[in-house]
């Protein structure tokens, strides 16, 4: 066989921890295997060349394929695995993305959404990644400089047109982008991903995002920690019923959770039914943050029902925020109010502290844009002077409405 890999009875032992339908935050996990368990493991270990030929073979025939602990898979052509069914990856050891960003810049899968490429579509159905191992992106070498803006970066993993997908137990180190995007997703489930993206060299990395949602429903990401240079989670357009549980998120100059939306003229976005959830947050540039474009030739959309609750958050340089007017001027603003939006949005229990006076800032459109804006339980300082909350343009209820004068609803 043609393959290095070998392929052995694999007396169903792999799949402990997913068996039946587990209850697991408001979602449940997918089933897997349907009905029996895979009686076929495939291992696949490093040829010395490009992997990925032999791991798209591997995952093709073999129902489960375990990278194993010592194997680093070398991979320097993309990852086309769109359409599998009832898969297993269990990645013991790594998978490392060459380098050679000039390369995948123009090789790697074209992501149209925000002008983007990736290494890695993962697509199907009933699909488990995990095995405690490592995806290496390679993201701090010369050639991958996020200052030549020529270059396209890729994304890590790209969840593609997917149903019933687990990912656990994985780290991320160097994503040269954003590590995770859900594209087109269904009940996609994230479970203790660790992620480290800080550069120790001169290269700085960028725009090295935890998680970007867009276009998918029921996703959830949970128990995991993010140590990154910039948003922990953000949603894009049509994200719904997502649930964020459990993050802890570092990073010196980062955005955090995040909505940019209504960017694009003729372009209707949705974010709805978000609930994010003990999150802690350390040096963050934002924490809990909506924000959406305003301004002439931009888009449209709702931002509806979205809480955030437990917050923790220390050294954050905007602990609270809504920006209706995103990336324009007030006076254009007022001209031109944003299309998108924001309604029923709940912060509640977000305590801390923050690296300016103003530590909260709830910034709306004018011409009654937002409504049903609730804040409750915020106790949030600014350790080193005057502590403050601005808002314009919009009605605040709530427990915690009164730090909010102009804008308290009597
Ligand atoms: C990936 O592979 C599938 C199935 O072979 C194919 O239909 C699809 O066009 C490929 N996707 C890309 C982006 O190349
Ligand atoms: C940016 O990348 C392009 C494409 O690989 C390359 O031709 C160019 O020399 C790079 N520029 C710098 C300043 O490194
Ligand atoms: C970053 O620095 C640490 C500690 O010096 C080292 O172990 C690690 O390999 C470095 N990472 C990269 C990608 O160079
Ligand atoms: C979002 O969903 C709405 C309603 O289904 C649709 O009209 C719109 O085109 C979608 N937007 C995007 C960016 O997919
Ligand atoms: C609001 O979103 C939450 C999930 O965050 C969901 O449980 C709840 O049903 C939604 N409420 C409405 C009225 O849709
Ligand atoms: C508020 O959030 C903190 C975490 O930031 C948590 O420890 C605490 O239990 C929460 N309080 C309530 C009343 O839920
Ligand atoms: C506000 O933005 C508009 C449109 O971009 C621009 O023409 C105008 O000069 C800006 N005004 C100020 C005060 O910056
Ligand atoms: C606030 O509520 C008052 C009374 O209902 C209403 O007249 C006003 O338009 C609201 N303001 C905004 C900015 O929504």
């Not at 593609?160 to 087109?184: G, R, T, Y």
């Not at 140590?227 to 994200?239: I, L, M, Q, R």
């Not at 309604?343 to 004018?366: H, R």
Request: glycine fraction near 8%; aromatic fraction near 8%; proline fraction near 6%.
């Amino acid at each position: 066989m043609r393959f290095s890999f070998f392929v052995f009875a694999s007396l169903g032992l792999i799949l402990p921890s997913v068996a039946g339908a587990e209850s697991f935050g408001s979602l449940s996990k997918p089933k897997f295997p349907p009905g029996k368990p895979p009686k076929i493991s495939c291992i696949l270990t490093a040829s010395g060349a490009d992997d990925a030929p032999n791991f798209l073979k591997a995952v093709e025939v073999c129902p489960t394929v375990t990278i194993p602990k010592s194997t680093t898979l070398n991979i320097e052509t993309r990852l086309n695995m769109t359409g599998l069914r009832d898969k297993h990856i269990n990645l013991e050891g790594t998978i490392k993305f060459s380098p050679d960003i000039p390369y995948w810049s123009g090789n790697g899968f074209f992501i149209p959404f925000q002008t983007q490429i990736t290494f890695w579509l993962l697509g199907g159905e009933n699909i488990l990644f995990d095995g405690g191992g490592t995806l290496d992106g390679s993201g701090q070498k010369p050639s991958n400089s996020a200052k030549n803006s020529s270059l396209l970066r890729p994304i890590t993993l790209t969840v593609f047109q997917a149903k019933d997908v687990l990912i656990e137990n994985i780290h991320m180190i160097n994503s040269p982008e954003w590590h995770n995007l859900v594209n087109e997703g269904q009940n996609v489930v994230y479970n203790n991903i660790n992620i480290n993206a800080i550069s120790n060299s001169t290269h700085g990395a960028a725009n090295t995002d935890g998680w970007n949602v867009y276009r998918s429903d029921s996703v959830s990401i949970l128990n995991s920690v993010i140590v990154n240079g910039d948003d922990c989670v953000a949603f894009k357009p049509n994200a719904t019923n997502v649930l964020v549980e459990n993050l802890d998120c570092t990073g010196s100059q980062l955005k955090s959770l995040k909505r940019s939306l209504g960017q694009f003229p003729g372009v209707f976005d949705i974010v709805e039914n978000v609930l994010a959830k003990n999150v802690k947050m350390t040096k963050a540039q934002n924490g809990a943050r909506i924000k959406a474009w305003a301004g002439p030739n931009v888009g449209s959309g709702i931002v509806k029902n979205i809480t955030f609750e437990n917050f923790f958050e220390t050294a954050v340089d905007n602990p609270i925020v809504i920006d209706q007017c995103y990336m324009t001027n007030t006076t254009a603003c007022a001209q031109f109010p944003s299309n998108t939006f924001i309604q029923d949005i709940w912060f509640t229990n977000i305590t801390g502290t923050g690296t300016k006076s103003n530590v909260a800032s709830l910034a709306c459109s004018p011409d009654g844009r937002c409504s049903d804006i609730n804040v409750n339980d915020i106790s949030l300082s600014f350790p080193s002077g005057t502590t403050t909350f601005s808002c314009q343009n919009l009605n605040i209820t709530g427990d915690a409405a009164g730090l909010f004068p102009i804008c308290k609803t009597t």
